[in-house]
């Protein structure tokens, strides 16, 4: 039997630090007072918050 180790640490490290950052930013949006709409590169909406969502009369998942 042959088996090798790896230490993962810094890499869940990273990973964490990138899950909490994306949790801020999550609740900061959320906690906007204005209507705020992320769209990737190509255009395409990958996040908007309540407010958006008053006002474009769309929801979520259909933007």
Avoid at 19 to 28: D, G, M, N, T, V
Wanted: hydrophobic share 35%; no cysteine; glycine share 4%.
């Amino acid at each position: 039997m042959v088996g090798t180790a790896q230490d993962i640490t810094e890499r869940k490290n990273a990973e964490d630090r990138v899950s909490r950052q994306e949790k801020q930013f999550r609740a900061l949006l959320e906690s906007a007072p204005d209507p705020m709409v992320v769209s990737d590169v190509s255009g395409i909406i990958t996040m908007i918050n309540k407010q958006a969502e008053s006002m474009f009369g769309y929801q979520r998942q259909e933007m």
